[in-house]
C-alpha cells in the first residue's frame, strides 16, 4: 500500500523566516512540508548550518531547498518538477520581493491560489505602477540615469526612486541641480528610474488580505521616517503602528476605499497587499508604491499585537485554498520604533527599564514567539532586537538594511503607547565608537 504523499509549502525567500517565522510556525504545526527556492548569500549558507544543527530551530521544517535567482525560470520549474515525485504540493508563497514574479509563474505552473499575473507583475515594477494606477499616483516622469537634461520637465523639489528596488534602497528628494548630480551616481546606468512630484505629508500603509477576490480584512497602519521624523534626503521607515493613530475616520475610510480600487484595477485574485500612501497638506491622498507580498519590518509581529492572533495564519490558509479570516477583534494599538544612530562602529545595546533585554538577532537567527495578547494587559515591552552585529560598522541610514535595531510594544491606547515609547527610549545606552564613523569596513 502507497504512503500518501506528505504535504507541502513551495516558500520562495524562506531563509528570511528567522525573522518572520510565523509562516513556518503555521506549517509546521499543520503537517506541511517546507520547500524552500531562495537567492544564496553568505547569510542564508549561515542559515544553513543552523537548520541543520538545530532540527528545532524554525529553519529546522525546511525539508528540500534549491538555491536560485530571481529570473531562473528553468530551474525553477525543474526543481518543482523534482519535488512533486516526493510531495503533494498544496502552495506557493514568498516572503522576498525579488520572488513576486517567480511565485507566479510557479503558482500558475501549478494551477494554485496566487495574486495573479497583473497583479504580480505591475506591483513588482513601481514604473508599471505609476502607469497602470495614474489616478492614484503624484506626477511622474520614467527617466535613465544618463539623461539628466530630461529631469528638468519637473520643478524642484522631486523624489528619484529605482523602479525594482526595495526597503527604500535608493529612494531620495532630489532639492536641486546639486542633488540631482550627488544622487545619479548611485544608480546603474541602465537603471529605471522614477522621477516623482514630492509629496510633503503624513504617511501610511494599507495591508489587505485577499481570495478569490474578494477582501477579507484591510487595515490602515501609520509610519514614520526619519524624512517625516528629521526632515532629511531619505525615506526610511522608522515606525509602524497598527493601527494608524493620527488620522481621521474620513481619511481611513477613503484610503481603503482608493486601495479596494486599487485591487480591483490590479485584478488582484489571492495573497496578501501592501500599499503605502502619503496625505499632502491639503489631505489629498496619493499612492507610493504596492506590493504584491507581505509587509516588511515587524508590521506583521505588529498585527498580532493588535488583534491576537498571527495574520500569517489566514494567509498561509489563503494561498493553501483554505477557507480563511482575520481581524474579528481589535486588541491593543500596537508599535515597532527603529533606534536612531550615529555612524560608527558598534559595541553594545544596553536597556535599564522593565521588559525582556535586547538580543542580537544574527546570533541565532531566530526571534521570539509572542503572546496571545489581551485588551486588558498593562502598556508592555514584547521584544527588543539588534539587527547589527558587535563589531559592525553603522552607516547614515539611506535605506532600511543600514537600521540598527528595534523594539517592539503594545498598549490599550495610543496615549500609553506613546508614554511607553518615550520611557523606553530613555533607558537605552547604544554604545558606538564614533571614531569609525568615516572609515569603511
Known amino acids: 500500500m502507497n504512503t500518501p504523499a506528505k504535504r507541502a509549502l513551495i516558500l520562495f525567500g524562506a531563509f528570511a523566516s528567522g525573522k518572520y517565522p510565523g509562516f513556518i510556525h503555521y506549517l509546521r504545526n499543520h503537517d506541511y512540508a517546507v520547500l524552500a527556492l531562495d537567492m544564496r548569500t553568505p547569510v542564508a549558507d549561515a542559515q544553513q548550518a543552523i537548520r541543520r544543527s538545530q532540527p528545532e530551530h524554525v529553519l529546522g521544517a525546511i525539508e528540500a531547498y534549491r538555491y536560485l535567482k530571481p529570473d531562473d525560470r528553468g530551474l525553477a520549474l525543474a526543481a518543482i518538477d523534482e519535488w512533486r515525485e516526493r510531495f503533494d504540493i498544496r502552495g506557493v508563497y514568498t516572503i522576498r520581493e525579488d520572488f513576486v514574479e517567480l511565485s507566479q509563474v510557479v503558482a500558475d505552473y501549478l494551477e494554485l491560489p496566487s495574486p495573479g499575473w497583473r497583479a504580480s507583475t505591475v506591483c513588482r515594477d513601481k514604473s508599471l505602477q505609476r502607469h497602470y494606477l495614474s489616478t492614484w499616483s503624484p506626477a511622474f516622469h520614467v527617466r535613465s540615469p544618463g539623461d539628466i537634461e530630461s529631469f528638468d520637465a519637473l520643478a524642484f523639489p522631486y523624489v528619484v526612486k529605482p523602479a525594482r528596488r526595495s526597503g527604500s534602497s535608493g529612494v531620495v528628494v532630489v532639492r536641486d541641480h546639486d542633488g540631482l548630480r550627488r544622487a545619479l551616481p548611485d544608480y546603474a546606468d541602465d537603471e529605471i528610474l522614477l522621477q516623482e512630484k514630492y509629496i510633503d505629508g503624513a504617511e501610511f500603509s494599507v495591508e489587505s488580505l485577499v481570495q478569490g477576490?474578494?477582501?477579507?480584512?484591510?487595515?490602515?497602519?501609520?509610519?514614520?521616517?526619519?524624512?517625516?521624523?528629521?526632515g532629511?534626503?531619505?525615506?526610511?521607515?522608522?515606525?509602524?503602528?497598527?493601527?494608524?493613530?493620527?488620522?481621521?475616520?474620513?481619511?481611513?475610510?477613503?484610503?481603503?476605499?482608493i486601495n479596494k480600487d486599487i485591487l480591483t484595477r490590479l485584478d488582484f485574485r489571492d495573497g496578501i497587499a501592501h500599499a503605502e500612501f502619503k496625505f499632502d497638506r491639503e489631505a489629498n491622498p496619493f499612492l507610493m508604491e504596492i506590493a504584491a507580498r507581505n509587509p516588511g519590518d515587524g508590521l506583521l509581529q505588529l498585527y498580532q499585537l493588535a488583534f491576537g492572533a498571527p495574520i500569517e495564519r489566514a494567509l498561509m490558509q489563503i494561498v493553501l485554498g483554505e477557507p480563511a479570516?482575520?481581524?474579528?477583534?481589535?486588541?491593543?494599538?500596537?508599535?515597532?520604533?527603529?533606534?536612531?544612530?550615529?555612524?560608527?562602529?558598534?559595541?553594545?545595546?544596553?536597556?535599564?527599564?522593565?521588559?525582556p533585554a535586547p538580543y542580537f538577532f544574527r546570533d541565532t537567527f531566530s526571534k521570539p514567539e509572542l503572546p496571545a495578547t489581551q485588551p486588558e494587559d498593562p502598556p508592555s515591552l514584547r521584544e527588543f532586537m539588534i539587527e547589527k552585529s558587535r563589531g559592525e560598522q553603522l552607516s547614515e541610514v539611506k535605506q532600511s538594511s543600514d537600521r540598527l535595531g528595534c523594539f517592539f510594544i503594545d498598549a490599550p491606547s495610543g496615549a500609553l503607547l506613546d508614554e511607553l515609547e518615550a520611557s523606553i527610549r530613555e533607558a537605552i545606552t547604544a554604545k558606538i565608537d564614533t571614531t569609525h564613523a568615516s572609515q569603511d569596513e
Not at 477576490?213 to 528629521?230: D, M, P, Q, W, Y
Not at 482575520?326 to 521588559?355: C, F, H, I, T, W
Open 213 to 230: 477576490g474578494a477582501i477579507l480584512f484591510s487595515c490602515v497602519a501609520e509610519k514614520r521616517t526619519n524624512h517625516s521624523h528629521e
Open 232 to 257: 532629511g534626503d531619505y525615506f526610511v521607515e522608522m515606525a509602524h503602528t497598527v493601527p494608524a493613530q493620527n488620522l481621521s475616520d474620513d481619511m481611513r475610510a477613503r484610503l481603503l476605499e
Open 325 to 355: 479570516s482575520y481581524g474579528e477583534l481589535l486588541k491593543r494599538v500596537a508599535r515597532q520604533v527603529y533606534l536612531d544612530s550615529p555612524a560608527g562602529r558598534l559595541q553594545s545595546v544596553e536597556y535599564a527599564g522593565d521588559g
